[in-house]
């Protein structure tokens, strides 16, 4: 609540080919869809723990990883990225809350952490003495649980008492349990959730609002929760009544609640669609009342009882107009809304955090970042900008929400992070820490150019490498990108990406495609649903361009994905094969037409388009990478990996593509680790392992073929 992330040939030529009005009837559409899963070969592979999926995922396993950790290369990178990621010179970062701050942390030593505070002074002096609350180590032996760390949700304003979030291997669903900080130690019949993808918000110390899972008609088609319940202390979850129902349909109803200043607000959220949500504020009788919201908004924080809101849309309330991208306060008594920024084209907020008495929001201009300070004034919210370095990313990292101090970073491609204190009653920043250098970034350069995409559109991108690499290329080239969700992908630090890629002669490139919220919610809101080929198209502009300038050639083109990610390298892929000799594809959607059918898909129709819609499955027909791979092109070698506890993105997504490719006689490269999660990794070590596999896949495909 504190926090919100802002969660074509050309496609009119697209939708006009693949969408005639009267067409398909809705269900011939159905038909179509059932059809095509009963054509589908390869259902049996959509069984997670079946016998003989997972035969196949071994046989794969085996093969793959003979070829990638049989290479010389593979045991120096794996050593060097797992220092990187265990070193004890990261910065120890930490959440402000009260008069502490909170760490978790994982090393050599705590492969599944320690979850520590101390003092903010003391934290703030640069003391490193902390207070172990948690080994997560010492609990999974004892309790015998592969437990992973999932986050804590701890009630203000003292933060003594918390819902704990533990997975059994990485998955999204969680069990929680309640913890008391004071003694160190679950609750003795405290609060506690079986494994579930669930939601809970402290009211007081006695009372919850919570949606689970408790069987049928309590889940939505998307995998969350229908239903929101008043959950008591002492109360069994299934006994606390129900106080919210949503509709199958919906993508999930959730808890919110927000203790700021001397007030406890609560109430619920309900997500009709991934964009489109209704707010609901719970009055003191235990009423909810709709906020007069637009379906396409945030709310992001409270502050001096204002409701704080970013909007994905245009919004005419009250006579006033409001445009999208906009940051605006709202009164929950009388509705009135006065505003705190709008936007330029090339400007988008990135997030926002609330404080008493304070907002922090992250400015993307021309994706160089800024912090932005609103405090409320007579005549109005006053904006201040922190005094930060410029050209580079920033990132609020936490904001001690009952003093409005906060912390923040920095970094550059080539500048390791450095972490700053920020007083509530200041805009200069004190450094608190720096990030060593885990690469030699001597003679490295960072450029921003432009590509043109087919509709005139500049689409940026980054280019980090060698000077002397990029002057005298085409060099080894791994373009990453994203293009969906309103997710901005950033020029960020990695030393995992320096270390492994740009000192061994490797360039990095970062596309700030369509589909991402580089420059707001219309640049996301371009590449929607049918217009959706736009993204793809952005993607391949970016790779002529830097074929163009003499960067690199398709033969020493690489592109690398995850998650919607691994859709957009899945499509490029298929449709642009010529333009690639690598291709990175992790954790990805490919069958563009089940989807919404496996796990949590169905809640991202609004992002995608619907399958069983007659006239928005010609269009994910036509882009869908499972469905029109080609047994007669001439495809890169792909690298595909998943994990098989990811409950988000099913892999049944790439042993599908895999098993396709295999059919056609097609090479490529397969790895499903057995845990992990979304992330695909569930400890440090599986990460440098993940990383070591993907680069030493890079060079062989990329620089061994010069």
Not at 39 to 48: A, Q, S, T
Not at 135 to 150: R, T
Not at 218 to 227: I, K, V
Not at 240 to 248: C, L, Q, S
Request: hydrophobic share 35%; aromatic share 10%; net charge negative.
């Amino acid at each position: 609540m504190k926090k919100s992330h802002l969660l074509l040939a050309s496609a009119a030529a697209i939708l006009a080919t693949a969408i005639s009005p009267g067409l398909t009837s809705s269900a011939t559409a159905q038909e179509e869809s059932e059809t095509a899963m009963s054509d589908d070969p390869y259902l049996w592979l959509e069984e997670v723990e079946g016998k003989q999926a997972l035969e196949w995922v071994e046989d794969q396993n085996t093969r793959s990883l003979a070829i990638l950790e049989g290479d010389e290369r593979f045991e120096p990178m794996k050593a060097e990225a797992l220092a990187i990621l265990n070193s004890n010179e990261r910065i120890q970062t930490a959440a402000l809350r009260g008069d502490y701050a909170y760490n978790f942390w994982q090393d050599e030593t705590n492969k599944r952490g320690l979850w520590r505070r101390m003092p903010i002074e003391d934290y703030l002096d640069g003391n490193r003495d902390w207070d172990v609350i948690l080994d997560i180590d010492a609990l999974a032996e004892e309790e015998g649980e592969n437990w992973v760390y999932k986050g804590t949700d701890c009630l203000a304003p003292d933060y003594e008492r918390c819902i704990i979030t533990l997975s059994r291997g990485g998955s999204d669903a969680a069990v929680r349990r309640e913890f008391d900080i004071a003694t160190k130690s679950f609750v003795e019949d405290g609060f506690m959730l079986e494994e579930a993808k669930a939601t809970t918000a402290w009211i007081d110390q006695d009372t919850m609002l919570s949606g689970m899972d408790l069987g049928e008609g309590t889940m939505t088609d998307s995998g969350y929760a229908r239903t929101v319940r008043l959950w008591k202390r002492g109360q069994a979850i299934a006994d606390a009544p129900v106080i919210f129902e949503g509709e199958t349909s919906d993508v999930g109803v959730y808890p919110w609640a927000d203790h700021a200043g001397d007030k406890a607000w609560a109430g619920i959220i309900r997500s009709v669609t991934f964009y489109e949500r209704e707010y609901y504020l719970m009055d003191d009788a235990g009423e909810l009342n709709q906020l007069p919201l637009p379906p396409k908004a945030s709310m992001v924080g409270i502050t001096g009882g204002q409701f704080i809101i970013s909007l994905q849309q245009d919004w005419d309330h009250q006579g006033e107009k409001w445009p999208t991208g906009a940051l605006v306060a709202m009164d929950p008594e009388t509705y009135a809304v006065t505003g705190l920024f709008e936007p330029t084209e090339r400007q988008a907020l990135d997030g926002v955090s609330a404080a008493d008495g304070v907002i922090y929001a992250e400015l993307l201009d021309n994706i160089k970042g800024k912090v932005l300070k609103f405090t409320p004034g007579a005549d109005g919210w006053v904006q201040e900008t922190i005094a930060l370095p410029e050209t580079g990313v920033v990132s609020v990292v936490s904001v001690n929400e009952s003093k409005g101090d906060l912390l923040v970073n920095f970094e550059s491609p080539l500048t390791p992070e450095t972490l700053y204190h920020v007083t509530a009653d200041s805009l200069e920043p004190e450094t608190l820490a720096t990030s060593p250098a885990f690469f030699d970034a001597g003679g490295m350069v960072t450029r921003q150019y432009e590509a043109t995409s087919t509709d005139g559109t500049k689409i940026p991108y980054f280019v980090i490498g060698k000077e002397s690499v990029l002057e005298n290329g085409p060099a080894p080239t791994v373009q990453y990108g994203y293009g969906g969700f309103q997710v901005s992908i950033l020029p960020t630090y990695s030393g995992l990406t320096g270390k492994l890629w740009l000192e061994r002669d490797g360039v990095y490139v970062i596309a700030n495609i369509r589909g991402g919220g580089e420059f707001g919610p219309k640049w996301h809101q371009a590449g929607l649903k049918g217009n959706r080929q736009i993204i793809y198209d952005d993607f391949f502009a970016v790779s002529e361009d830097l074929a163009a300038r003499g960067i690199t050639s398709p033969d020493h083109l690489g592109i690398l994905g995850g998650s919607n990610g691994g859709l957009l390298t899945g499509v490029s892929m298929v449709q642009r094969p010529d333009l690639y000799n690598a291709v990175g594809i992790g954790v990805p959607l490919l069958d563009m037409l089940r989807f919404d059918k496996l796990l949590a898909g169905a809640s991202w129709v609004g992002e995608y388009g619907d399958p069983d819609n007659p006239e928005e499955r010609p269009f994910l027909e036509q882009i869908s990478p499972y469905q029109n791979l080609d047994e007669d092109a001439d495809y890169p070698v792909p690298f595909i990996f998943t994990s098989t506890k990811d409950d988000r993105v099913h892999p049944g997504h790439a042993r599908k593509f895999g098993a396709r490719l295999e059919e056609y006689g097609h090479s490529f490269l397969y790895y499903e680790n057995t845990e992990g999660g979304h992330s695909a990794s569930a400890n440090r070590e599986q990460s440098a392992r993940r990383y070591a596999l993907q680069y030493v896949y890079f060079l062989r495909q990329l620089k061994d073929a010069e």
